[in-house]
Antibody
Framework: QVQLVQSGAEVKKPGASVKVSCKASGYTFTGNYMHWVRQAPGQGLEWMGW????????KYAQKFQGRVTMTRDTSISTAYMELSGLRSDDMAVYYCARVRGWLQFLDYWGQGTLVTVSS | NFMLTQPHSVSESPGKTVTISCTRTSGTIASNYVQWYQQRPGSSPTTVIY?????PSGVPDRFSGSIDSSSNSASLTISGLKTEDEADYYCQSYDSSSSAVFGGGTQLTVL
């Protein structure tokens, strides 16, 4: 069965960086793009970008250009999302989500990683 | 680029039918498929409708989706409402640059 298991909660100071991991199992990791979506407390879902685990190619939401980096390690079937220059409004739950196919729906989601930004 | 606009909240009684709209602000709703996700408190989202009107296996046929070109919107309809349907619902599509776009979400209350 497909599973996406994310790393644990993080507490960071303003200006710092955070790197969240998403370990995939139950399918061929390089066969499906991985998206990252975040959700601030009490707010809606916000798309951050995707990575093609096969090629490493990425697409980032304009809002996060220059601050976000998505990478992957195919040897351990893990995707990463690193966000730099953290601000208080970056405090959110960050999700990885597998897309079924090109421009298709997000069929499996990780459990979410809470990132707290506080001085 | 476009946005997807949803009502902030809707409420209906158990056993009734509710429809949640998702209006595309520019471009045509039929340009890319629309998905609908359900998110219960404290949980990750799950798909209830994909490709405008398709249900993943395991989603009851009480859930249906459609698009309406005249209003440039997509709709999620839930019939025979149950208390377990109480959740937030998000529509999602893609723009021409392959970026995903989410609606702001609709809180469904079943009372």
């Amino acid at each position: 069965q497909v599973q996406l298991v994310q790393s644990g909660a993080e507490v960071k100071k303003p200006g710092a960086s955070v790197k969240v991991s998403c370990k995939a199992s139950g399918y061929t990791f390089t066969g499906n793009y991985m998206h990252w979506v975040r959700q601030a407390p009490g707010q809606g879902l916000e798309w951050m970008g995707w990575i093609n685990p096969n090629s490493g190619g990425t697409k980032y939401a304009q809002k996060f250009q220059g601050r976000v980096t998505m990478t992957r390690d195919t040897s351990i079937s893990t995707a990463y999302m690193e966000l730099s220059g953290l601000r208080s409004d970056d405090m959110a739950v960050y999700y990885c989500a597998r897309v079924r196919g090109w421009l298709q729906f997000l069929d499996y989601w990780g459990q979410g990683t809470l990132v707290t930004v506080s001085s | 680029n476009f946005m997807l606009t949803q009502p902030h909240s809707v409420s209906e009684s158990p056993g009734k039918t509710v429809t949640i709209s998702c209006t595309r602000t520019s471009g045509t709703i039929a340009s890319n498929y629309v998905q609908w996700y359900q998110q219960r408190p404290g949980s990750s989202p799950t798909t209830v409708i994909y490709e405008d009107n398709q249900r993943p296996s395991g989603v009851p046929d009480r859930f249906s989706g459609s698009i309406d070109s005249s209003s440039n919107s997509a709709s999620l309809t839930i019939s025979g409402l149950k208390t377990e349907d109480e959740a937030d619902y998000y529509c999602q599509s893609y723009d021409s640059s392959s970026s995903a776009v989410f609606g702001g979400g609709t809180q469904l209350t079943v009372l």
